[in-house]
């Protein structure tokens, strides 16, 4: 507000930049949408020439976004791991599979099993899990403990960043 002063057109401009940022782009997350606009209200106070506005404005914003990651409003992780796995068909490794992503993951779902037919391997299933790491950078440690079980083949574990949420 102080950017624009007492400019009608400096306002009408802003107005027009958030109408064109409101229909032209689809932002799912609060989260991202308050940097959009922090780092549009940066641009307009560097574009009218009023630099200590946009110092303070960039370190208020900052303080403020590094407060909040330290408080439970953080963001909470939107790594979703897809976990891809065969076990032969007698196995009783499932249950030890499990007990691995449980104590790895803060959610977990199965998502999808096939059973497979194979002339070398004979009969198994392949298992689709879909989950969230308590700490997203313990995929490899998930893939080292679960690599230990015998019955374990063919093990894929891959990650997206998204917003899908799954239920404990």
Same mark, same amino acid.
């Given at each position: 507000m102080q950017s624009i002063g007492d400019s009608l057109?400096?306002?009408?401009?802003?107005?027009? +930049?958030?109408?064109?940022?409101?229909?032209?782009?689809?932002?799912?997350s609060t989260r991202n949408i308050s940097f959009i606009? +922090?780092?549009?209200?940066?641009?307009?106070?560097?574009?009218?020439?009023?630099?200590?506005n946009a110092i303070i404005g960039t370190l208020a914003f900052c303080l403020v976004a590094f407060l909040l990651r330290l408080t439970p409003f953080s963001r909470k992780s939107n790594l979703l791991g897809q976990l891809r796995f065969q076990l032969p068909a007698d196995s009783v490794a499932?249950?030890?599979?499990? +007990?691995?992503?449980?104590?790895?993951?803060?959610?977990h779902a199965l998502k999808r099993y096939r059973v497979l037919y194979n002339d070398e391997r004979g009969e198994s299933v392949e298992y689709s899990f879909e989950l969230r790491l308590f700490d997203e950078m313990q995929g490899a440690e998930l893939a080292r403990e679960l690599r230990k079980e015998p019955d374990v083949q063919d093990l894929?574990?891959?990650?997206?960043?998204?917003?899908?949420?799954?239920t404990d």
């Open positions: 057109a400096r306002g009408f401009g802003i107005f027009g +930049a958030l109408a064109i940022l409101r229909f032209r782009t689809n932002l799912i606009f +922090a780092s549009m209200a940066v641009g307009i106070a560097c574009g009218v020439y009023s630099f200590i499932l249950t030890a599979v499990q +007990a691995v992503i449980r104590k790895r993951c803060r959610a894929r574990l891959s990650f997206n960043d998204t917003y899908v949420n799954l």
